[in-house]
């Protein structure tokens, strides 16, 4: 738990879980919070149990869960009026240029695979800011067998994200379009990519760290923050 008040409560959603009933095997951040909680929407499917907004399966971090009907409708406004302040870590592959900017592309679904989602013309609009922190190398070595040596030469970046709209997949496709996918991402980083990464990364390198949003009733500044969980803490420290 990350922050709770008799409106509103902030969980640190463990990678792996999935949000919303219906999404998947395995129990849901739903059933979680209808098994410990007796709020008043904590037993209210058709109102997702209280839960504000939705995380990836592998994404892990801040997500907001409202205690009464009004404050999910405030925060809910909040997140679609794009009052919401979002920040997110994530490693890339390569070094990402320039150190910050915005990435607008609009976004939408492929239509040789409706499971995934690409920068398409006639897509929705969509904006991401981002900052580098810091360019890895990578201190791991793998075989070339192609070549017949080792390398160990790649470059990883670690980034803050700033989504400005909340379309889904939106940080995982804009560093896709950008020619740097987010680590261990099974969807958008390729096969084979992938595989490589997973010997070294356990799962997709992307983390809601922070929100920054009103109080649906006090209407002050509410701040809240999850650390990075020490998997991806583990990954960072393999690098160099």
Known sequence: MLYEDEFLLAIDKPSGMVVNRGFGAGETLQDWVDSNFDFPLAHDGELRNGIVHRLDKETSGVILVAKTSEALEELQRQFKEREVEKVYLGLVHGKFEPGEGVIEAPIGR???????FGVVEKGRGATTEYRVLSVYRSAFIEEDRSKRRTTNDELFSLLEFYPKTGRTHQIRVHAKHM??????????????TNRRDRKWCPRL???????????????????????LPEDLGAVLKSLK
């Open 205 to 227: 390198f992307l983390h809601a760290a922070k929100l920054k949003f009103m109080h649906p009733v006090s209407r002050g500044r509410v701040v809240v923050e999850a650390e």
């Open 110 to 116: 492929l239509s040789q695979n409706r499971k995934r």
């Open 179 to 192: 020619g740097h996918p987010i680590v261990a991402d099974p969807i958008y980083a390729g096969r084979k």
